[in-house]
């Protein structure tokens, strides 16, 4: 273990693209790109987690002392909150990013010279892989800073969170130019994949974390090389090629999470004719009146109501059932009442699954991943009234 590391607080574009293929191929050091949005204490508590050699800016490179190596076969670091909130960082080797670059581009059937574009933040998974498809295919990619429609023009491929293709379709963007549209980091409500492929999009929906190189399950289907199972617990495991390392610096995280070949995940899912669902996360279980309820479950049924456009399903804080069934709702037309809402998920779940609570908002508040930010939604500002409802 000899290999340097350079933390890179960079904005997308050549300079993180060019130290991304050095450090893919050897010729440079292990990168772990940070976001220059990054508030200083949160900035400084990754670099003290990650430990690099040096921090590139674009000012140029500083060396901090303290740096300790990585495994020389070690390309790529994504340093990431996970559900606790502490700062850690996932080790990714070139081979692993690499196989698992190709094996997207084989599954969806990429044509030699299709161009990507990389809207998604470059320091977390799925924005770096955009990145690293580009180099595999040998394709210059269109980096932008953020999410522009117009910015799509001339692209083949693109990889979307939900709200992103959410703006597409109200932009009226014809979605035929593109050859295929990866759609991952938070469940997509079905009238969004219907409408999407209902005005001629190929809409592919990925399943992957940090921990995979991203996307490794693909409309359900594991990508070549991938395994997939799940426990007795319902929480899903995966193993094949695409599977990190370890966790940097944390050999107590990475026996947690590893069990020999397999990778325990926090999602909990089910195989079904060898296509996996996914339900919701092992931690978003909501506990209630004795009561466990999957949050994604009744957040999926509640997708399905035609006056529900966007909807995310959390427990709060009640003291008397522990938790309460919480749905942030992003209204449809004219906004839907609790009590219809509760009808609409009795009909389905059991009874005490239906939302004990119903916030109406504009838009979901997002992590800049692009997935929902529970931890804001659980615990909302001012705090949310308690209804009396039985």
């Known amino acids: 273990m000899d290999r340097r590391l350079h933390a890179l607080v960079l904005p997308p574009g050549p300079r993180l693209l060019s130290a991304l293929a050095a450090a893919l191929d050897g010729t440079g050091p292990a990168i772990c790109p940070l976001s220059p949005a990054l508030p200083a204490p949160a900035r400084d508590a990754l670099l003290d987690a990650v430990a690099p050699h040096a921090v590139e800016t674009p000012d140029g490179l500083t060396p901090r002392p303290g740096g300790i190596p990585v495994d020389d076969a070690t390309a790529v670091l994504v340093a990431t909150s996970g559900s606790t909130g502490a700062p850690k960082a996932v080790e990714l080797t070139a081979a692993a990013l690499r196989h698992s670059a190709t094996a997207t581009l084989h599954r969806i059937g990429a044509a030699p010279g299709d161009r990507w574009l990389c809207c998604l933040p470059t320091d977390h998974i799925a924005g770096l892989q955009v990145l690293v498809r580009s180099l595999v295919a040998g394709t210059d990619p269109v980096i932008v800073p953020r999410f522009d429609p117009a910015a ?95 966790y940097r610096l944390r050999p107590d995280l990475t026996a947690a999470a590893r069990d020999g070949a397999w990778f325990r995940t926090a999602d909990l899912g089910a195989l079904t004719g060898g296509v996996l669902t996914i339900s919701g996360r092992a931690d978003d279980v909501i506990n209630t009146g004795g009561e466990k309820v999957v949050a994604g479950d009744v957040a999926t049924v509640l997708s399905r109501h035609p006056r529900v456009g966007d909807v995310v399903v959390v427990g709060r804080a009640d003291p008397r059932w522990g938790e309460r069934v919480t749905a942030v709702v992003v209204p449809r037309g004219t906004a839907p009442a609790l009590d219809e809402l509760r009808a609409w998920v009795r009909a389905t779940l059991p009874p005490y699954a239906a939302p004990h609570e119903l916030q109406l908002v504009t838009q979901i508040p997002l992590l800049p991943s692009g997935k929902p930010d529970r931890a804001r939604l659980r615990n909302p500002d001012p705090p949310a009234p308690v209804p009396n409802v039985t």
């Open 152 to 246: 799509a023009d001339g692209v083949a491929h693109l990889s979307l969170v939900p709200t992103q293709l959410r703006r597409l379709l109200d932009d009226g963007t014809d979605l035929t130019r593109f050859r295929t549209v990866l759609l991952g980091g938070a469940p997509a409500a079905p009238g969004l994949l219907t409408e999407a492929r209902a005005r001629g999009a190929r809409v592919v929906t990925t399943y992957g974390m940090s921990e995979t190189c991203g996307g490794c399950v693909y409309d359900g289907v594991p990508l070549d090389g991938v395994r997939v199972t799940t426990g007795a617990d319902g929480r899903v495991r995966l193993a094949g090629p695409v599977l990190f390392s370890r």
